[in-house]
């Protein structure tokens, strides 16, 4: 694993933000080969379908260093019944050949500097129950186990 950037090099760009507009058609197009380590299965059509989801209220930001995307974050801000002004993390995924270079902890403290920016008392996410790495890399972040998610398939 060849990490390509100090911490201190790794820098957060906006994709797209609230109200689904386009901040960064460029990175996008970058985004898409990590993105797809964490959703393999997502559409053939990555930029119509990224679209789609930013239509919804999703906003994302990538992680830079040398001018190529190693980290990928999916986000949104909602109010609900249960939590009240939720800052919620689709997905968070960085470059497998480039873990450990500061792309995750940059991603998540930006994450939390918009979460309060935004008036939220919380950064919330899901991560697959497989996903052990990414378990440790949560916990030495200070997220803490909250609850199950449940699904039923239809």
Known sequence: MSAIAPQGEVR???????????????????AEPVHRQ???????????????VFSGG???AVAVARGRVIGVA?????????AGRRFY???????EAHRSAGAGAALLGWLESEARRRGCEGLDL??????????????????FVTGFSFRKSL
């Open 12 to 30: 957060i760009e906006r994709v797209f933000g609230a109200g689904a507009e386009p901040v960064s058609l460029q990175w996008l197009v970058q």
């Open 38 to 52: 964490l959703r393999p299965g997502l559409d053939a059509d990555y930029p119509s379908q990224m679209r789609r």
């Open 58 to 60: 999703a906003e994302m």
């Open 74 to 82: 999916v986000f949104r801000l909602f109010e609900n019944t249960h």
């Open 89 to 95: 993390v689709d997905d968070l995924v960085t470059d």
């Open 126 to 143: 899901e991560s697959g129950t497989q996903r052990t790495r990414a378990h440790r890399f949560y916990f030495r972040e200070g997220f």
